[in-house]
């Protein structure tokens, strides 16, 4: 390989970096109408009355739309391939409110000042009703979340509005009880892992025009064009034909931007009044109305034999949706699904979940995507059975470990094709020199220090649902035109797939002019979530360059004038494979544009029926300071088997940034409301994340598999990068000081406290 595998600077980078006007603010015509919206200050309640007339009357403000202007017809913000798993629970304004910040009004005017006077100028009674906070109360609760007859839910996933229900199953070996009487130890724990906040740099915002053929064009920073054109057509109750969507450069999107939390509002204001709209969230509606990770508790039972062979696991998952339901049904999955195949020499095991609604902020999409909590859960009970047992955590994992040619019952019952997880242990061991620091080693000065591990694996792009399509045009003079549906969010994948496109073109990346997305004009892809873009979008890009070679020879040896098989394709010129006759890629291409019937155009895309998993090992070496409680990063040593690696540059930053994320939700981040459902960390100065300062030292190196059914032996790396840190680092800080944590964020006053009751 020429190109795959090279660190290629991404086709943005200078763009970026020198503050170019690419982001949807800065395109944004200059005359739109601003829009805000008024929010509940009420966790339930039901609007008795609205008033805006005085509100209207403000100079400058153009509409304001109430629950009474917008269409009967529920619909979901979840960026999913429909039919969607998430249920159609949300109007664009209801009479019903359900969490503190939900849409009460729509205001439209000509600037910020005249729209911020008007709202406060909007007359609200409401009836307060009853709100559930606590989501171990919501199931089967009297107060009902989503009352409402027109609620539905499109595919059986066990929803039932009338007991808070927004999915439900059970899966697995029916016999695991027996199971566990055949186990000489047996281990049940719960962990609880919070709600946590994405925070791209780049809040949610968007913008909606009218074009010359009276259709509406959304210019969003999503991760899901093509779901968000359904998802405004379906919200406004009109053909998805009138509504076309743009994808600029995305300031970060982490699964945040996998629900359309706002398109429709522009989208709407511009559809009834004509004129250019645009809403940008502020950085406290980010935090206060957007889509944190869903809060979990997860209860494991793990059975095993005295010699530390796992035998059963049993795991029971309640997931808080909070006000709505978007990735409710599916992210719980992940939870069960992509934690207890990591030790795939269990006979037995059972999956059960519930996920219910509270009136607390609609939960959604972020990295991981359910694995997170779930493997927190996992990685840590594997530590306290470990301990048990006595037995080194790390032999015990290489007792059980999923191994290359395992089946995974629990994962769909796919086979671990491509697995080098026990490659990346031993590398792992060695990088952090486990056998000279495990488990602690008190450093003297009232500090100690241990080291902790976490294994992690997640998919590559939803089996038999995801589709990723590309077109490929071969232009004057020879160069291409990449065009790709799958949403570049920062992570570089316009780069990724020109260098597959290069690589399969034999040609330089400069020569590959990629084009990102618009659906008017861009082959379908489900978008870029789930891991699923240089596997699955990349693949396409294969395909589509094999389909393309076999035009560029069929249209080379028609000008050559010989028979197409005995021609072939240098990436240069399509030449005679007998005499010396040959014709450049160039005359061809330029030769094309006059009396051809063979366009030089391709397109093509691909679904999987599988999910490969990427694998990874983390390591943590946390310091302890006994006297406070107070835990820092002081070495995080990382091995990913994402298969081939095609930007190695890239892909450790991808990496280096989802294990600092995860330490924000192992030590800092907490989405915390007051007893009354208003969000209290509802900025950066109340809601922590960890600097640059805050994650010690990582080290990041690769360990190769080869996956047959990706592109170049290509698996995903986006989410697996972030779950290994909060079980690695909680089982760090048990080796270091004894104190167990099972609730999330590791604060300093939960490890003193604990370090308290140990005396």
Not at 208 to 227: E, K, Y
Not at 228 to 247: H, M, W
Request: contains cysteine; charged residues 25%; hydrophobic residues 35%.
């Amino acid at each position: 390989m020429k190109i795959v595998n090279t660190s290629i600077m991404k086709k943005d980078a200078m763009a970026l970096v020198t503050g170019k006007p690419v982001y949807t603010d800065d395109i944004a015509p200059k005359d739109c109408l601003v829009i805000k919206l008024l929010r509940s200050p009420h966790a339930h309640a039901l609007i008795e009355e609205i008033n805006t007339d005085i509100a209207k009357k403000v100079p400058g403000i153009h509409s304001i739309f109430t629950y009474k202007d917008v269409p009967n017809k529920r619909f979901t913000m979840a960026g999913q391939t429909y039919p969607e798993p998430s249920p159609y629970d949300r109007l664009i304004l209801d009479q019903r409110v359900r969490y503190v910040g939900d849409v009460v009004a729509i205001v439209a005017g000509e600037n910020e000042k005249v729209v911020e006077k008007a709202m406060k100028l909007i007359k609200v009674k409401y009836q307060v009703l009853e709100a559930i906070l606590d989501f171990r109360k919501a199931k089967d609760n009297k107060i009902l979340i989503h009352p409402e007859d027109n609620w539905k839910a499109l595919c059986p996933v066990g929803a039932d509005n009338k007991r808070n229900l927004c999915a439900h199953a059970n899966d697995g070996d029916e016999n695991i009880d027996k199971v566990f009487e055949e186990c000489d130890v047996v281990l049940q724990n719960t962990y609880h892992t919070k709600a946590n906040q994405q925070t791209p740099m780049e809040t949610f915002r968007a913008y909606a025009t009218m074009d010359m053929f009276g259709r509406l064009n959304v210019v969003s920073s999503t991760q899901i064009p093509f779901h968000v054109r359904r998802i405004v057509a379906n919200a406004l109750d009109i053909s998805k034909s009138k509504v076309r969507v743009i994808k600029p450069r995305i300031g970060g999107g982490f699964g945040a931007k996998q629900t359309a939390i706002m398109e429709v509002y522009p989208a709407f204001v511009t559809y009834m009044t004509g004129r250019n709209s645009k809403l940008i969230f502020t950085r406290e509606e980010s935090q206060t109305a957007s889509s944190p990770r869903h809060e979990m508790e997860v209860t494991i039972k793990i059975g095993a034999t005295k010699d530390g062979i796992i035998k059963a696991i049993d795991l029971y998952t309640l997931s808080n949706t909070g006000a709505y339901g978007e990735h409710g049904p599916t992210t719980v999955g992940l939870s069960g699904h992509k934690a207890i195949p990591l030790y795939s020499k269990a006979k037995s095991y059972r999956f059960r979940y519930d996920v219910v609604y509270t009136n607390t902020m609609s939960a959604g999409a972020y990295r991981g995507y359910g694995a997170t909590q779930g493997i927190f859960a996992m990685e840590s009970i594997i530590d306290e059975l470990a301990e048990k047992l006595g037995i080194n955590p790390i032999t015990l994992r290489e007792k059980n470990m999923v191994r290359e040619g395992d089946l995974m019952p629990a994962y769909y019952r796919e086979t671990a094709n491509s697995c080098a997880l026990d490659r990346c242990l031993e590398r792992a061991k060695a990088m952090i020199d486990w056998d000279n620091k495990y488990p602690r080693r008190d450093m003297g000065n009232g500090k100690v220090r241990g080291v902790g591990l976490g294994f992690s694996m997640q998919g590559s792009s939803i089996s038999n649902v995801d589709v990723g399509s590309v077109a490929i045009k071969v232009s004057d003079d020879g160069f291409y035109n990449l065009m790709v549906g799958a949403t570049d969010m920062g992570t570089g994948c316009d780069t990724v797939l020109s260098q597959i496109a290069a690589e399969c073109l034999d040609c330089s990346v400069d020569n590959i002019i990629v084009h990102g997305v618009d659906t008017d004009t861009s082959p379908y892809d489900s978008g870029s979530y789930a891991s699923s873009t240089t596997y699955l979008t990349g693949m396409a890009v294969v395909k589509t360059c094999e389909k393309l070679i076999t035009k560029i020879k069929t249209l080379g040896a028609q000008y050559l004038n010989v028979d197409v098989e005995k021609v072939d394709f240098d990436g240069k010129k399509v030449f005679d494979l007998e005499d010396n006759k040959e014709i450049s890629l160039k005359d061809i291409a330029n030769k094309a544009m006059c009396n051809n019937n063979n366009t030089l155009y391709a397109s093509e895309s691909h679904s999987s029926k599988v999910s490969p998993p990427p694998y990874m090992v983390g390591i943590a070496e946390v310091e302890v300071d006994t006297e406070t409680g107070k835990v820092d990063v002081i070495n995080y040593k990382a091995v990913v088997d994402c298969g081939t690696v095609v930007n190695p540059a890239l892909a450790r930053v991808q990496t280096e940034g989802g294990i600092a994320q995860g330490i924000g939700m192992a030590l800092y981040e907490d989405v915390v409301y007051t007893n009354k459902g208003s969000l209290q960390t509802h900025s950066f100065m109340q809601y922590k994340i960890p600097t640059r300062k805050d994650v010690g030292t990582i080290e990041v190196q690769f360990e190769s598999s080869y996956e047959p059914t990706g592109p170049f032996g290509v698996k995903s790396i986006g989410e697996v990068v972030i779950n290994t840190s909060s079980p690695a680092i909680a089982n760090a800080v048990y080796n270091a000081v004894g104190v167990r944590i099972r609730e999330l964020p590791i604060t300093p006053e939960k490890v003193f406290m604990g370090m308290l009751e140990k005396k």
